[in-house]
C-alpha cells in the first residue's frame, strides 16, 4: 500500500494550493479519508476529514471556509483545496486514510510541505 502525497509548495499570504493524495494498493472508497497537518513545534493534528461515500466532512475550526476536503474515488485520490493561506497553515501535511470497518487500519501519506510567507 502506498500513498504518494502532492502539491505542497511556498505561497504567499492569501495564495491558494491544492494537495492530493494517492493511494495504490487499495480502494479509497471504504475509508475515511483525510489530511492531518504538523506545523514546526507543534503535535500532528486533523485539519479536515470525510468518510469517502458521504457527506460529513470535519474540519479545525480554524480552516472551516478556507479548506475543503474532497476524494475522487475513480482515480482512487483524496484532496485538500486550501484557500485564503495564512502563515500558521505553514507545516507539514499528512494524508491519512483509515478503513471504516476497521479503524485499527490506518494508513499515511509521506507527507508535503506547505509554507505561507508573510
Known amino acids: 500500500v502506498q500513498l504518494q502525497a502532492s502539491g505542497g509548495g511556498l505561497v504567499q499570504t492569501g495564495g491558494s494550493l491544492t494537495l492530493a493524495c494517492t493511494a495504490s494498493g487499495i480502494d479509497i472508497s471504504g475509508f475515511n479519508a483525510g489530511w492531518y497537518r504538523q506545523g514546526p513545534g507543534y503535535q500532528r493534528e486533523l485539519v479536515a476529514v470525510?468518510?469517502?461515500?458521504?457527506?460529513?466532512?470535519v474540519h479545525k475550526e480554524s480552516v472551516k471556509g478556507r479548506f475543503t476536503v474532497s476524494t475522487d474515488n475513480a482515480k482512487n485520490t483524496v484532496y485538500l483545496q486550501m484557500d485564503s493561506l495564512k502563515p500558521e497553515d505553514t507545516g507539514v501535511y499528512y494524508c491519512?486514510?483509515?478503513?471504516?470497518?476497521?479503524?485499527?487500519?490506518?494508513?499515511w501519506g509521506q507527507g508535503t510541505q506547505v509554507t505561507v510567507s508573510s
Open positions: 491519512n486514510l483509515v478503513l471504516r470497518a476497521n479503524n485499527a487500519m490506518a494508513y
Open positions: 470525510t468518510p469517502s461515500d458521504g457527506p460529513n466532512i
